[in-house]
């Protein structure tokens, strides 16, 4: 089972920048599909943004392309999330999750089998 840790949140103004890492405790990290979603309350949890096995594509909500960037590094069994130009509707708990069932990236959080516990990220204005 993937144990899931996810660092780098916190309290940053309209503008500024975050980078979220998750460490995963699985040898076999580089087997999984990975993805961030985020949540805020009264919401449902969304993607953000998706990265293969290989690292070779990925994948952004259209609200974060070209201000978010995911990457992986496979040899430290982290993947990142790093965040741009942040915005006050950016604020929610971002979780990394994992799933070794698909081949491509999938923006529905129920393909996913792994999730971490959140971090908190706000964007004040």
């Known amino acids: 089972q993937v144990q899931l840790v996810e660092s780098g949140g916190g309290l940053v103004q309209a503008g500024g920048s975050l980078r979220l890492s998750c460490a995963a405790s699985?040898?076999?990290?580089?087997?999984?599909?990975l993805g961030w979603f985020r949540q805020d309350p009264g919401n449902e949890r969304e993607f953000v943004a998706g990265?293969?096995?290989?690292?070779?594509?990925?994948k952004y909500a259209d609200s974060v392309k070209g201000r978010f960037t995911i990457s992986r590094d496979n040899a430290k069994n982290t993947v990142y999330l790093q965040m741009n130009s942040l915005k006050p509707e950016d604020t929610a708990v971002y979780y990394c999750?994992?799933?070794?069932?698909?081949?491509?990236?999938?923006?529905?959080?129920?393909?996913?089998?792994?999730w971490g516990q959140g971090t908190q990220v706000t964007v004040s204005s």
């Open positions: 999750a994992a799933n070794s069932r698909w081949g491509v990236v999938s923006v529905f959080h129920y393909n996913y089998d792994y």
């Open positions: 699985e040898r076999t990290f580089n087997n999984y599909i």
């Open positions: 990265i293969t096995s290989s690292g070779g594509s990925t």
